[in-house]
T-cell receptor, first 108, second 116 residues
């Protein structure tokens, strides 16, 4: 079955430190992967998608099919990055399969 | 602002009752999906509608049903409520039939349902 695993419930880093939020997936086809973010008291919103190969707010994510991973990275964390981050897999039929999420806490 | 609004924001129901949650999508968004997010978990796909027809369903029992209307509004109905139905229910809309391949999915703020 298709599955998305985010092994860390909470990741706490200091401002200016590098960030890596881990995401692993299992999917039999060609995956479409996304990172969604939810800031405090705000709705879930798309951060980035792997097909765009873009950098949003300094975050990047590379799809590694060999390791079935799609880790989210940022070289220097900022306090405003504190939020809940969800990795999601796009299934055939337009369904999103979400991981359980990782809380990122950036300390000053 | 994503243009996806949900109502009510919070409600409390008793086990065995029925509930209707509503969503208003952005104009032109023909695809609407509903997700259930239990506390401490990621959202789980319930079902999806495209131009008023069900277009995919997750692992939820038939007592979860939906409707989509021509005016880009939709409903999620849950019958015979159980305690485990307590969760945040999210509505998500997108312009195309295939939500990916360039289309962005926009989420509402959700409706918090508590079943007692």
């Amino acid at each position: 079955a298709q599955r998305v695993t985010q092994p860390e419930k909470l990741l706490s880093v200091f401002k200016g430190a590098p960030v890596e939020l881990k995401c692993n997936y299992s999917y039999s086809g060609s995956p479409e992967l996304f990172w969604y973010v939810q800031y405090s008291r705000q709705r879930l919103q798309l951060l980035l998608r792997h097909i765009s190969r873009e950098s949003i707010k300094g975050f990047t994510a590379d799809l590694n099919k060999g390791e079935t991973s799609f880790h989210l990275k940022k070289p220097f964390a900022q306090e405003e990055d504190s939020a809940m981050y969800y990795c999601a897999l796009g299934e055939y039929g337009n369904k999103l399969v979400f991981g359980a999420g990782t809380i990122l806490r950036v300390k000053s | 602002e994503t243009g996806v609004t949900q109502s009510p924001t919070h409600l409390i129901k008793t086990r065995g009752q029925q509930v209707t949650l509503r969503c208003s999508s952005q104009s032109g968004h023909n695809t609407v999906s509903w997700y259930q997010q239990a506390l401490g978990q990621g959202p789980q796909f319930i079902f999806q509608y495209y131009r008023e027809e069900e277009n995919g369903r997750g692992n939820f029992p038939p007592r979860f049903s939906g409707l989509q209307f021509p005016n880009y509004s939709s409903e999620l109905n849950v019958n015979a409520l159980e305690l485990d139905d307590s969760a945040l229910y999210l509505c998500a809309s997108s312009p195309g039939r295939t939500s990916f391949s360039g289309n962005t999915i926009y989420f509402g703020e959700g409706s918090w349902l508590t079943v007692v």
